[in-house]
């Protein structure tokens, strides 16, 4: 019997940590060896999330890297930017695979992290570090030591656009990103804009062309388009707890059947990517608590503008299942091992 991989969640009181939790919980080739957070330190796991209560028999630990080192062999960094980067160098020292749920580890481009977050103290990690957009750089996931997991407004967006700049479908200025993400997307740490009484019956745009997810959007399809591409992106808060829908305005002169072919080529052996048929568009409600991407289009000949609609549940396609899926990659494990969920028809 073959023996199990040991995981270490770090930094498991968040919303994205639990949803590392809980995947890593019912999968079938690795077991949750390591549980920490500072907050929480002593606490039964169950205690800190009620419903995992007779699930998890570990309780949170104060982070220790020599601790660690010894009992885990890969590690889910569910932890705040610039944190991450200090804990990931002496596990990468020690042998162990790293997947990184921060933006530390996201970007190529030093100066371009530094601008939007604050200086990298380990730049030299940044060339060993492979960005996990798992359906657009399997190839290079499956020999890396080092994954900065991808943003969630990033996932649903990078994943329609992509495969079209990539076959020159669609042009590379005036392209609009306009999403909405429910709640959970701040993170689990209160704050006077996420109370209930602020966001209830409500619904606002935030960081209009300003938000840290743009540049990261930039990098990647300027690496897919072989160009430089610069977008809009403009982001909403929805009275909604989980789940982004994307909706994505592009100039081209193709037709509709183009654009879907093309999508659905380059998704076809995909397991989480669904471009839907003719006449469907994704509804945030149909991913719910599953690592899907669902794609939706429509093609505007009149106004030559194709309008891309994608949706994803952000702490998991935009963050902890993703994270999981990149493992799997990194692993040689099945892609689908541990996130195979069906969504909730209703």
């Given at each position: 019997?073959?023996?199990?991989?040991?995981?270490?969640?770090?930094?498991?009181?968040?919303?994205?940590?639990?949803?590392?939790?809980?995947?890593i919980?019912?999968?079938?080739?690795?077991?949750?060896?390591?549980?920490?957070?500072?907050?929480?330190?002593?606490?039964?796991?169950?205690?800190?999330?009620?419903?995992?209560?007779?699930?998890?028999?570990?309780?949170?630990?104060?982070?220790?890297?020599?601790?660690?080192?010894?009992?885990?062999?890969?590690?889910?960094?569910?932890?705040?930017?610039?944190?991450?980067?200090?804990?990931?160098?002496?596990?990468?020292?020690?042998?162990?695979?790293?997947?990184?749920?921060?933006?530390?580890?996201?970007?190529?481009?030093?100066?371009?992290?530094?601008?939007?977050?604050?200086?990298?103290?380990?730049?030299?990690?940044?060339?060993?570090?492979?960005?996990?957009?798992?359906?657009?750089?399997?190839?290079?996931?499956?020999?890396?030591?080092?994954?900065?997991?991808?943003?969630?407004?990033?996932?649903?967006?990078?994943?329609?656009?992509?495969?079209?700049?990539?076959?020159?479908?669609?042009?590379?200025?005036?392209?609009?990103?306009?999403s909405?993400?429910?709640v959970?997307?701040?993170?689990?740490?209160?704050?006077?804009?996420?109370?209930?009484?602020?966001?209830?019956?409500?619904?606002?745009?935030?960081?209009?062309?300003?938000?840290?997810?743009?540049?990261?959007?930039?990098?990647?399809?300027?690496?897919?388009?072989?160009?430089?591409?610069?977008?809009?992106?403009?982001?909403?808060?929805?009275?909604?707890?989980r789940g982004?829908?994307?909706?994505?305005?592009?100039?081209?002169?193709?037709?509709?059947?183009?654009?879907r072919e093309?999508?659905?080529?380059?998704?076809?052996?995909?397991?989480?990517?669904?471009?839907?048929?003719?006449?469907?568009?994704?509804?945030?409600?149909?991913?719910?608590?599953?690592n899907?991407?669902?794609?939706?289009?429509?093609?505007?000949?009149?106004?030559?503008?194709?309008?891309?609609?994608?949706?994803?549940?952000?702490?998991?396609?935009?963050?902890?299942?993703?994270?999981?899926?990149?493992?799997?990659i990194?692993?040689?494990?099945?892609?689908?091992?541990?996130?195979?969920?069906?969504?909730?028809?209703?």
């Amino acid at each position: 019997m073959t023996t199990k991989k040991r995981v270490a969640v770090i930094g498991a009181s968040g919303y994205a940590g639990a949803e590392v939790v809980r995947l890593i919980s019912g999968h079938p080739h690795v077991s949750l060896s390591l549980l920490t957070s500072r907050q929480y330190a002593g606490q039964s796991y169950d205690n800190v999330f009620p419903a995992f209560t007779g699930r998890i028999d570990l309780s949170c630990e104060t982070f220790s890297s020599d601790d660690a080192i010894q009992k885990a062999d890969i590690f889910f960094l569910a932890l705040p930017h610039k944190a991450s980067m200090r804990i990931a160098a002496p596990l990468l020292e020690a042998g162990k695979k790293v997947i990184d749920l921060s933006a530390d580890f996201r970007f190529k481009n030093q100066s371009m992290y530094e601008k939007y977050y604050q200086p990298h103290e380990y730049p030299q990690l940044l060339k060993k570090a492979v960005y996990g957009l798992c359906e657009i750089n399997k190839k290079q996931i499956s020999t890396a030591d080092l994954i900065g997991n991808p943003g969630c407004y990033p996932t649903s967006i990078l994943l329609p656009l992509i495969p079209l700049l990539r076959e020159k479908l669609v042009d590379l200025t005036g392209i609009i990103a306009d999403s909405k993400s429910g709640v959970s997307g701040a993170g689990r740490s209160p704050s006077l804009g996420t109370l209930y009484c602020e966001v209830n019956e409500g619904f606002k745009a935030y960081k209009v062309a300003e938000h840290r997810h743009e540049p990261e959007m930039n990098e990647n399809l300027s690496l897919a388009a072989g160009e430089n591409v610069q977008i809009l992106f403009v982001p909403h808060l929805v009275p909604m707890s989980r789940g982004i829908v994307s909706t994505i305005y592009a100039k081209t002169q193709t037709n509709e059947m183009e654009l879907r072919e093309c999508l659905q080529a380059a998704y076809d052996t995909c397991p989480f990517v669904r471009v839907l048929p003719d006449g469907r568009l994704p509804n945030a409600s149909h991913v719910r608590g599953t690592n899907y991407c669902d794609i939706g289009l429509k093609y505007s000949k009149e106004k030559e503008i194709a309008v891309l609609v994608s949706t994803i549940d952000n702490l998991i396609k935009g963050a902890a299942g993703q994270a999981v899926q990149n493992m799997n990659i990194m692993m040689g494990f099945s892609e689908t091992d541990g996130i195979d969920a069906i969504p909730f028809p209703v």
